[in-house]
């Protein structure tokens, strides 16, 4: 069987490693706008052909489709789906991972997300504002004078989120200015009316659950945290993500099994909330990035169409069945004939980019990476190639998270082979990455007991969701 996969991330190449390992015996065939070393070596391996392109055009995919007339398609990340990735699978006849681009709207405009979720009354909303005007939200804020986030109103790649915890020094007219500045600058990056999102701030433990659906059955992965800071420790800036943990088993460790029960309930209604919406079913991954918060217990902070990368990283070596077949499965709508066998065992991958990465983007592109894998998986490590391009003969970086290495065992187990691993791999720069993730757990779980204690309460009391901050203001919200 065929299979073309869209993308060219160390998401890709770990959903076209579990592919091309699958006894399926599936051929890989990729569409990539790099050639990823990773998955250049999957379709090697299975006879299948790398094709170069736009992955965001459906020009492009559609000739790829006609090239290659694949069995099934799995499309990786989430601007080709905004685009119609999936749309123009689905007017080949050829069955898809992947929704459609009227439900992959659920990731790119955080305000449809959020008008959603209190259209159905799904769990874990937080309240917000959405304004087409720049002055009125900074307007909102200075009047509101609580916490909030404020957000581009549309996906702009990751960029533009503002928590504003100290609203008291945002008061003081220097800092009033600094704050429309920012507002400004967020409205800019979105092109529609809608700019700016404004939600109430809330705090947690962050984590996230994929789920598969093929319009009929939900099947949740295990979850999994992203550690989205530069630096150690969670400082420095935000970035696509330094790394992620997963497990033990199905959660993880300041995560319990009925937080996850109720997340993935949430994560449910919104599909179907969805296909309400537009009339469509979903069909793909659809993932709740959560966050467990006092307010609202599991809390939801947004949603992606797709996987999350580095999470897909920590969650796919942990699948013990074959997880190539549950994308085969899910595209052709047989979803509830699928296995999913977890190990116990917990992950933690740590993402690994040139110095440069991510504030001086130029300096960390065009490095040379040299690195023996066959040696490092014998370390125990797992290798995914991200933002890292085979040239010639050589692996040349381009200027992200060139690589992921991903290692199971103990939390600390795992660190300690990754300590080992990152040592073995050579580059003429130096490396950046984080050496605490999967460290920190203690801290995590001390923390996460006041969340939970209070939430719990709330639970009793019919008050969650029930906030002494906005009432007083006039129902600002
Ligand atoms: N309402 C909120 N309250 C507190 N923190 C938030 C809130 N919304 C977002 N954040 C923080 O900002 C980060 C980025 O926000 P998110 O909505 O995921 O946007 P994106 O990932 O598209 O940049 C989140 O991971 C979270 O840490
Ligand atoms: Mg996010």
Redo the contacts with the bound molecule.
Sequence with gaps: MKVLLIGDGAREHAMAEALASSPQGYRVYALSSYINPGIREAVIRTGGEYLKGNINSQEEIDSAIRKVSPDFGVVGPEDPLFHGAADVFRRNGIPVVGPNSSNAEIERS?VWMRQIMWKYKIDGR?RFRSFTSLEEASKFIVDYGG???V?PAE??G????K?VADIQAYLSNEKRRALSKSVDEIGSLVKNEVKIII?????GP?YTLHVLTDGHTFLPLPLAQDY?HAYQDGIGP?TGGMGSISGPGNLLPFINSEEYDKTFRIVQDTANAIKQETGYSYKGFISG?M?LTELWGPTV??FYSRMGDPETSSIIPRISSDFGYLLQLTAEEKLSKAKLEVTEEPSVVRAVAPLGYPLRRDLATGKEFQLDVRAMEEKGCKVYFGSISYEGGKLISRGSRALELAALGSFEDASRRLDGCIKMISANTELVYRTDIGRTLDEQMEKVEIVRYSYQNRVKRGSLGVSADWAPNGGLW
């Design positions: 955080k937080l916490s909030v986030a957000k996906q702009v990751g960029k533009g989120v928590v939600e109430e701030k809330v705090d962050e989205k935000e990035q966050m902070i947004e």
